[in-house]
C-alpha cells in the first residue's frame, strides 16, 4: 500500500475520532448497562453506539473494509484477507460504568493480515495515541520514543491477580518493583508502550483487546508474545505478553515455571 493512501486512511480515521468528543458525552449522561455472560461481563449503550457509529463510517467512507469488532457477530469476517478493522468500542467497560475513567477505544487496521494503523484512544484523558507502519508512533502528532531498558526488579508489572494461581503471584510480586492493574488491556498496554510499566500480561485476550498493540511494539521495540513465547495471531488472539525487552524473558520464566500460572 502506498504511503499516500495509508496517510489519507488516517486522516479520516482521525476526522472519526474527532467526531466522539460530541458524542460520548451525551451517551454517558443516558448511560443504559446491560450483561451479557455474567454478571460482571458489562455492555452500555456507550458500547454498541461507538461501534455502530463506526461500522456506518466505514460504510460510507470504505465500503469495501470489513469489520471485526466486540459486539457484533463476525461470522462473515475473515480476519486475514484484505482490509480489515478490528475493534474495541469500549475497553474497559467496568471502569466506564463504575468510575467514568480509565476506559479506551482500541483500534487496529490490517492490510491480508499484516498491521498499518493503529488506535488506541484515551477519551478522558484526551489522548489518542496512532502508530504507523514503518512510521513510529505517536500521542497527539507528537512521536513517542521508545522506553527506556527495565529489568524486572526495576519495573512496575500489570496483569489480573485473580486469573493466576498463587505461587506463580508470589513469584511475581517477588521479582518485580510493584504491581498495578488497570483493568483496561488497551490502557495498561499503553503503559508499557510509554515506558510507565515493564509488562502488560492477560491470559485471555480477545482480538479487539489487543488488535492495536502489535504496531505499536513493532514501531516502539517491545515484545509482544504469546505466554509461551511464540508469535501472536491477531485473528485469534490467547494468552499474551506485552514487554520492555528486558524483563520479557524473566516474566515468562515465572509464568511457565512449576508447572505454570494456570490455577488448578
Ligand atoms: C476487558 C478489559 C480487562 C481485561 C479483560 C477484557 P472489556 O475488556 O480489557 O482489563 O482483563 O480481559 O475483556 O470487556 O472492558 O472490553
Ligand atoms: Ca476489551
Ligand atoms: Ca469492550
Request: net charge negative.
Amino acid at each position: 500500500m502506498k504511503v499516500e493512501q495509508l496517510k489519507d486512511i488516517d486522516n479520516a480515521i482521525n476526522k472519526w475520532f474527532a467526531t466522539l468528543d460530541d458524542i460520548i458525552p451525551k451517551l454517558i449522561e443516558e448511560m443504559v448497562t446491560s450483561t451479557k455472560k455474567n454478571r460482571f461481563d458489562l455492555v452500555t449503550n456507550v458500547d454498541k453506539t461507538i461501534q455502530q457509529n463506526f461500522e456506518q463510517y466505514l460504510a460510507e467512507h470504505f465500503p469495501e473494509h470489513q469489520l471485526f469488532a466486540e459486539e457484533k457477530s463476525n461470522a462473515d469476517v475473515q480476519p486475514k484477507e484484505g482490509h480489515v478493522w478490528v475493534m474495541d468500542p469500549i475497553d474497559g467497560t467496568t471502569n466506564l460504568v463504575k468510575q467514568q475513567d480509565d476506559y479506551c477505544i482500541i483500534l487496529g487496521y490490517f492490510v491480508d493480515g499484516e498491521p498499518m494503523l493503529s488506535y488506541i484512544y484515551d477519551y478522558p484523558k484526551g489522548e489518542l495515541y496512532k502508530a504507523v507502519k514503518d512510521n513510529g508512533a505517536y500521542v497527539n502528532s507528537e512521536p513517542l520514543t521508545p522506553p527506556e531498558k527495565l529489568n524486572l526488579e526495576d519495573a512496575i508489572i500489570s496483569f489480573n491477580a485473580l486469573v493466576l494461581n498463587d505461587a506463580t503471584l508470589h513469584q511475581l510480586f517477588d521479582s518485580a518493583f510493584s504491581f498495578r492493574f488497570i483493568g483496561s488491556c488497551g490502557l495498561d498496554s499503553l503503559r508499557v508502550i510509554k515506558g510507565q510499566f515493564g509488562a502488560h500480561i492477560n491470559t485471555n485476550p480477545k482480538p479487539w483487546d489487543i488488535a492495536a498493540q502489535f504496531l505499536f511494539a513493532k514501531e516502539l521495540g517491545l515484545k509482544m508474545t504469546t505466554l509461551n513465547n511464540e508469535p501472536l495471531d491477531f485473528s485469534t488472539a490467547g494468552p499474551f505478553i506485552i514487554s520492555n525487552t528486558a524483563c520479557h524473558e524473566h516474566i515468562l520464566e515465572i509464568m511457565n515455571s512449576d508447572g505454570g500460572y494456570a490455577k488448578s
